[in-house]
């Protein structure tokens, strides 16, 4: 391939992602490549009820230092949300009022949350501190992923519930 060719196929290839991309804004599609739920392509379904625990959403995390760090450690991806993070896609497992206990595994209003063990560190030995608990407020949610190293509010804490998008509907996914 001449040199012209390989420009013009790289043109062409930019030109086809860029498409992309723009299309999977405007639709709300959105690409996961981490291993908290699925991988593949999922879809933002406006949400025309009140959030409900157990609730698979996609959220923007709050821009905040807790969040620069867990996105210099290599826990969130960039994107378009405030800050430059990529939405999370998490379940909603519990809602303003209800009483968060951590300790191994999490508990919500006195009954163990599925699939919750704490990690006292990361996958790359370093520490992680979880949140300490407590009733969760107004106007937040406190977010789950069944995904062992999965990074959600065991140790975030809840999160404010204006950053949510959407529910999360899967498109085209695959479970490795």
């Known amino acids: 391939m001449t040199g012209r060719g390989a420009i013009t196929l790289l043109g062409a290839a930019s030109m086809f992602m860029g498409g992309v991309v723009v ?3 405007i639709g709300g599609y959105r690409l996961n490549l981490t291993p908290s739920e699925p991988l593949g392509l999922w879809r933002i379904e406006r949400l025309d009820r009140p959030v409900e625990a157990g609730d698979l959403v996609f959220v923007c995390p709050p ?8 996105r210099r450690r290599g826990y969130l991806r960039r ?11 998490k379940m ?3 809602l303003p009022g209800q009483h968060i206990e951590i300790g ?3 508990f919500i209003d006195g009954r163990s949350l599925d699939l919750s063990a704490v990690l006292k560190t990361d996958g790359e030995g370093r520490a992680i501190a979880s949140y300490p608990g407590g009733v969760v407020p107004p106007g937040r949610l406190f977010l789950h992923s069944s995904f062992a190293s999965s990074y959600d509010s065991r140790y975030f804490g809840p999160i404010p519930a204006a950053g949510l998008l959407g529910l999360a509907r899967p498109v085209i996914i695959f479970d490795p």
Request: proline share 7%.
């Open 79 to 89: 994107g378009l949300c405030a800050g430059g993070f990529a939405p999370l896609i």
């Open 92 to 94: 909603v497992a519990a």
């Open 23 to 25: 299309a999977g804004l």
């Open 63 to 70: 821009a905040n230092p807790l969040f620069e760090q867990a």
């Open 104 to 106: 191994e595994n999490v």
